[in-house]
């Protein structure tokens, strides 16, 4: 069966500390991966999606991730974390860019002063 | 550009009751998905048009249709509200197949 698992309901870090969220993905095919970022009242914003190439893909707002095939994980970093930075960050996977996305239940991220 | 548009924001229905959202996409863009995010979850995929046809269907009841429109917008009809309907519906566009989808702000519905 195909899913996203993101194993933290709830991070909390503080304002400039460093970042990181687990995702893990079971599918049948290689997939697309992706990270999208929900806040509140807004749509999802994709943060960084990997097809193929190298497994280090950087995206937007600082945010980078990694692809290991050998654990079916995607997880995302980022190296110092912004009060603007708290939200929710879904985890996802699909065929294609384009088509039916599979998504986690997503981890919220609370940023302290 | 205006990015997707989704109408109306928030909506409140009882039990039994049908509801159409509406979703405008960005211009130019000939896709519409449709996601169904109950609180506390992930978004679920409902249906894809593409070019006014179904590219998909996700594992959703009978009760929800869609269609695409020549303008390439897009309705999402939902019969026989249950309480289990109220989740915020989303709406996504896509350029071609291959390219990224682009989400709205969602509506809200409530089923009371």
């Known amino acids: 069966a195909q899913s996203v698992t993101q194993p933290d309901i709830h991070i909390t870090v503080s304002e400039g500390a460093s970042l990181e969220l687990r995702c893990n993905y079971s599918?049948?095919?290689?997939?697309?991966l992706f990270w999208y970022v929900q806040s509140p009242g807004q749509g999802l914003q994709l943060l960084l999606k990997y097809f193929s190439g190298d497994t280090l893909v950087q995206g937007i707002k600082g945010f980078e991730a990694e692809f290991k095939r050998s654990q079916s994980s995607f997880n995302q970093r980022k190296p110092s974390v912004h009060w603007s930075d708290a939200a929710e960050y879904f985890c996802?996977?699909?065929?294609?860019?384009?088509?039916?996305?599979?998504f986690g239940s997503g981890t919220r991220l609370l940023v302290r002063p | 550009d205006a990015g997707v548009t989704q109408s109306p924001t928030h909506l409140i229905k009882t039990r039994g009751q049908h509801v159409t959202l509406r979703c405008s996409p960005i211009s130019g863009h000939k896709s519409v998905s449709w996601y169904q995010q109950v609180l506390g979850q992930g978004p679920q995929f409902i249906f894809q048009y593409y070019e006014k046809e179904e590219r998909g269907r996700g594992n959703f009841p009978d009760r929800f249709s869609a269609r695409q429109f020549p303008n390439y917008s897009s309705e999402l009809n939902v019969n026989a509200l249950l309480l289990g309907d109220s989740a915020l519906y989303l709406c996504?566009?896509?350029?071609?197949?291959?390219?990224?989808?682009?989400f709205g702000p969602g509506t809200r519905l409530t089923v009371l």
């Open positions: 996802a996977v699909g065929m294609d860019s384009s088509y039916k996305l599979i």
């Open positions: 996504a566009s896509v350029r071609d197949i291959g390219d990224e989808q682009f």
């Open positions: 599918y049948g095919a290689t997939p697309y």
